[in-house]
């Protein structure tokens, strides 16, 4: 179960890793042709905020000032309320401008600052340009120092530009598949933080786990991929269990690199007094020689505790033989300090490790239905004779004394009637 979600894993954080890739390269293809014509379709909404003005320069300080902003874009206008105040004064008004970049028209946006007279025309106290490109892009806080006419400093007016794209169908279409494409990846990577989430409790319930004495049980076994071990021929494959001092092995198949033992299943005896410890169950996997030693192909070493009570399916590749040639009987597998290898062959297997508190469950259980079993078959058989007596048919000798027992009836009518015949011939001749 482990190894399986494992590999789910890995081959979701492939998948993603190469759908990233792919849409790396197409928003670099995006942006670039964004950029080419970045200044080409520059349409959209010119938002400017004005805050307020500061350290005016007044020409009447006994006066009541009442001062104002103008905003010019293009050819629309748009101006704050007055406010009072000598120097200062606060508005945050917002304005909104319809923009398109034309390289052959004004890029700049002409700011104001008025101060009113009611009883003669406004006063004019300075002015500046801004130029609106370098807003269009990002969104800005601006002091304009404003001038008069002498190009004297006049105040200074706090603003907030902003530029609001436009958007056209196609940037439309290109940001709902972006929405899509990051909803993709990103329910990717929740199931793959779902799936080691898993993986991590099913790991810290392996290790909270304890060794007992039980029962493992190996099935399923097969070989695939082997190497070609005889000089004539491929090789002729076996499987050597081994469990601590319990070795079991599956049957010799000739000429083969692919085999599956079907119906071949092993059970070993785990003792955690004689193991000390030890959870290992090893597979060898043999080449049967007539003459000499069998030769050893691989083997894999797995432990016992994750099969704790349910089915688990393996799928290992087999780790080399040691540089010595050894006597089977004698080798010793150390799995820990060898890496895969997949010249070498495949080995699939499913093991169980049933605690023999369980295993002695299971067969009280077994004993009980085997108990049960013959008095539900007399319960049935019972009921199928007063079945069958309830169907019975009636016999002959049933029919005939029915019979019998009608005949009279009949003899007694024919009877009473030829005696009413008699009577009447006797009266007749008597007459």
């Not at 002729?236 to 085999?259: A, I």
């Not at 077994?366 to 008095?375: D, G, I, N, T």
Request: hydrophobic share 25%.
């Amino acid at each position: 179960m482990l190894e399986d979600l494992q590999r789910e894993i890995d081959e979701l954080k492939r998948a993603m890793a190469d759908l990233l890739s792919k849409l790396k390269a197409k928003r670099q293809k995006q942006a670039q042709k964004a950029k080419q014509s970045e200044n080409e379709n520059k349409k959209g909404i010119l938002k400017i905020t004005v805050h307020s003005v500061r350290d005016l320069i007044t020409y009447d300080p006994e006066a009541e000032n009442k001062h104002y902003v103008t905003l010019q874009v293009l050819n629309q206008i748009e101006k704050t309320k007055a406010k009072k105040g000598a120097t200062d004064a606060e508005f945050n008004e917002q304005f909104e401008f319809e923009y398109q970049f034309d390289p052959n028209q004004s890029d700049s946006m002409k700011i104001e600052v008025w101060d009113k007279d009611d009883y003669a025309s406004d006063d004019k106290i300075g002015g500046a340009n801004v130029n609106i490109l370098p807003f269009l892009n990002n969104k800005q806080d601006k002091e304009v120092k404003i001038q008069d006419e002498y190009d004297e400093p006049t105040g200074i007016v706090y603003l907030t530009i902003e530029f609001i794209p436009q958007l056209q169908n196609d940037k439309k279409q290109e940001d709902e598949e972006r929405k899509k494409e990051d909803e993709a990846v990103q329910q990717m990577q929740d199931r793959i933080n779902k799936l080691e989430g898993a993986k991590d409790k099913k790991m810290k319930e392996a290790k909270s786990l304890k060794y007992v004495k039980g029962k493992v049980i190996l099935s399923n076994i097969s070989v695939e991929d082997l190497p070609k071990m005889d000089l004539i021929g491929k090789c002729d494959p076996y499987v050597l269990l081994r469990l601590g001092n319990d070795e079991n092995q599956t049957s010799v198949t000739k000429n083969t690199l692919n085999h599956f033992y079907e119906g071949e299943e092993y059970e070993m005896i785990y003792d955690p007094s004689i193991m000390k410890g030890d959870g290992n169950v090893t597979l060898e996997v043999w080449d049967y020689d007539k003459v000499g030693f069998d030769d050893l192909i691989g083997s894999v070493n797995v432990e016992i505790l994750p099969a704790l009570q349910h089915d688990l399916d393996f799928e290992l590749y087999l780790q080399p033989k040691p540089d010595k040639k050894k006597d089977k009987s004698k080798l010793k597998s150390n799995l820990a300090q060898s890496k895969p290898d997949k010249n070498i062959g495949i080995i699939k297997f499913t093991m169980i490790y049933i605690p023999e508190e369980k295993q002695q469950e299971k067969d009280k259980e077994k004993e009980k239905m085997r108990k049960r079993q013959p008095q539900q078959q007399k319960d049935q058989s019972d009921e199928d004779e007063d079945e069958d007596q309830y169907n019975k048919p009636k016999d002959k000798d049933n029919d005939n004394q029915l019979k019998q027992r009608k005949k009279p009836k009949q003899k007694d009518y024919d009877s009473d009637s030829n005696s009413e015949d008699k009577s009447g011939d006797n009266e007749s001749s008597d007459e």
